[in-house]
């Protein structure tokens, strides 16, 4: 059924950069996490002998993450080949199992959320590490949460907080996983219990009145859909997801790619997006309540214009390559790519003690990046270890995996972060090289590796925003093609040791609205790569021509930086603004992503 396949976390490797460094810095601070922490609310439930005193913070209220962390542990060993990976992962995996055997409360510990977490993490050892005792570990998990789960929940949608059943739309994926890898029909039963109607029938009638929903869980509920779609061959699953897909990222997006304001989608409010990023004190606000996912009255506060970063990025991340392997289509790269490079691509790095940057701000009057939360739960604890903590990881592992697809049309290239791949053709093996630095660099290079020559399709992903001059040429030689965005450039030929390719999409600067009820309100892009303001703005330029008005200049630091021409800061003519890249912004230096127009 599947028109790509992913390489499965194998045989693509990251050259250093910004994203290696990211993945790097992460699996280091979470080797250093005491396996004795990690299993500490499991041994108390299962009254085993225990040391020390566990994580604080969500983790410490009942191990939420636990199953997110074993998957991403065993991602990361086969995209870095470090045992330390491989060996963490099971020593939990036992160690879970040890508590298992002593009592069966372990297994019914868990309500929705944690039951989603640990099915995940568990089918990930299997398929991935061969870990044979996982089959029981999900097995006894499912028979528990069939027993204890409330099949008569609101199927609505709606955030409901007391039983224990939030996000209960997002259990498919993973017990359709389970059916897939066993075969055993208690997987295959339950998960049809589970199915979203509500959700994806508004989505075929083209109703996009659905309501507020809590955001990252209904993005990440759209890979339930897709893994309905491959196990039952119903095409309105797939249908669903890909009218989804376009009604999210053109109306519900902010520039980055991030979604939920308040971690909300589908707000009932006009103007919602744009309301969000504005000031309290701003006049032109559409809305100054709003009913939220949970169906509650909220006013407007700071914590509203941003994103659930690392949580919204792992959806789009699952989602975006379900739907590339199915479809086969380049369009289906471009959400990814944003999130990419201005999303989790932005996150500072997780701290030992567990902090994270949860929010990632946008708001007209200014953001900064900073791991303090600054929020404490109901009991008093912080917002340490918390969900962030469990799909930052994820997405990490997820970023060698997210590069190259293939098939027997040939290898298939959908992000561009400086990596290699080995595949093979028939009975040869090739690599591929991207031995640029994009986005830092604009222009891309690629070098074939290959013992004997071979005769295959390479085919490159145009980006949506590369409407410019975009040329390709092959050692050093202009091939004359189409190169169309949102479509797969095709490179057919005999390849040989040392061809070299070189592929330039057109880097231009342009302004995207934050919604068309405020296209007075925009951030500036150029290319894939969403920049910052450096101070607070009501510019007087035209938003259609930015390059009249804003050029280039060199700042250390900055792989690009801008600056406007004197006469377009309100009300001084001699002022002037630089811009940045987001994503390469440092710790507690404040930025301002989106700014006012005069008109």
């Known amino acids: 059924m599947s028109k790509l396949q992913n390489f499965d976390y194998q045989n693509v490797a990251l050259k250093e950069g910004h994203w290696k460094k990211q993945r ?32 604080v913070g969500w983790y410490g209220s009942g191990a939420s993450t636990f199953g997110q962390k074993l998957g991403a542990f065993a991602k990361l060993y086969l995209v870095t080949g470090d045992i330390r990976l491989k060996e963490k992962a099971i020593r939990l995996a036992d160690g879970w199992g040890e508590c298992l055997a002593a009592s069966d409360c372990v297994a019914d510990c868990n309500g929705t959320y944690n039951y989603d977490k640990l099915m995940g993490g568990f089918l990930d050892l299997y398929e991935y590490l061969g870990y044979e005792p996982a089959k029981e570990y999900v097995r006894a998990l499912t028979k528990s949460a069939d027993a204890r789960l409330d099949k008569e929940v609101c199927r609505d949608g709606l955030q409901i907080m007391s039983g224990d059943m939030i996000e209960w739309y997002t259990l498919p994926e993973q017990i359709y996983r389970a059916y897939q890898l066993t075969g ?10 589970w199915d979203y109607d509500y959700f994806w029938d508004k989505l075929l009638a083209g109703d996009f009145k659905i309501g507020p929903r809590h955001a990252y869980s209904h993005v990440n509920s759209l890979s339930s859909a897709a893994m309905a779609y491959e196990t039952t061959k119903n095409e309105e699953y797939l249908r669903a997801i890909e009218i989804a897909y376009k009604e999210i990222l053109d109306h519900h997006t902010f520039a980055t790619g991030g979604y939920g304001p308040a971690e909300c989608l589908f707000a009932d409010e006009e103007g919602y997006l744009g309301d969000s990023i504005k000031a309290s004190w701003d006049a032109d606000k559409r809305h100054i309540h709003y009913r939220d996912f949970g169906n509650s009255i909220r006013q407007r506060d700071d914590r509203w214009g941003s994103c659930e970063v690392s949580c919204c990025s792992w959806a789009v991340f699952k989602l975006t390559r379900y739907l590339m392997e199915l479809t086969g289509e380049a369009r289906y790269g471009g959400w990814a790519e944003k999130l990419l490079y201005n999303g989790c691509g932005g996150q500072p790095p997780i701290t030992q003690d567990g902090k994270v940057m949860y929010y990632a701000d946008y708001f007209i009057n200014g953001g900064l990046k900073s791991t303090e939360d600054g929020r404490l739960q109901d009991n008093g604890a912080s917002f340490e270890w918390q969900c962030c903590t469990g799909t930052f990881p994820q997405d990490v592992a997820e970023y060698a995996n997210l590069l190259y697809y293939h098939s027997e ?9 400086p990596s290699d791949v080995t595949f093979s053709i028939g009975d040869k093996q090739v690599r591929l090289e991207n031995t ?39 050692n050093k030689e202009k091939v004359n093609t189409s190169i169309l965005p949102d479509t797969w450039l095709t490179l057919e030929r005999e390849w040989k040791e040392g061809d070299e390719i070189k592929i330039s999409f057109e880097f231009v600067l342009r302004f995207e609205s934050v919604d068309s009820y405020a296209p007075e309100v925009a951030a500036l ?10 101070k607070m703005t009501l510019f007087d330029g035209d938003r259609a021509t930015p390059e009249e008005w804003i050029e280039p200049i060199q700042k250390d630091g900055y792989s690009f930086a801008f600056r406007t021409k004197p006469g377009h800061v309100r009300p001084y003519e001699y002022l002037t603004r630089e811009f940045y890249p987001y994503y390469e912004i440092p710790q507690m230096q404040w930025y301002y992503m989106y700014s006012r127009f005069t008109k």
């Open 24 to 55: 790097d810095e992460l699996i280091e601070t979470y080797l250093k996490i005491e396996d004795d922490d990690l299993l500490h609310p499991f041994r108390k439930l299962a009254n085993l002998p225990n040391k020390g005193h566990g994580l």
């Open 409 to 417: 049309d040939g290898l298939f290239v959908s992000q561009y972060l």
């Open 525 to 534: 892009v150029y290319g894939p790569i969403v920049l910052a303001c450096d």
């Open 184 to 193: 055993e029909q208690l997987y295959l039963d339950f998960a049809k219990v």
């Open 436 to 474: 640029s630095f994009y986005p830092k660099e604009k222009e891309l290079r690629f070098v074939v590796h290959a013992e004997t020559s071979v005769t295959t399709a390479l085919h490159f992903r145009v980006p949506s925003w590369a409407t410019g001059s975009n040329t390709v040429c092959i």
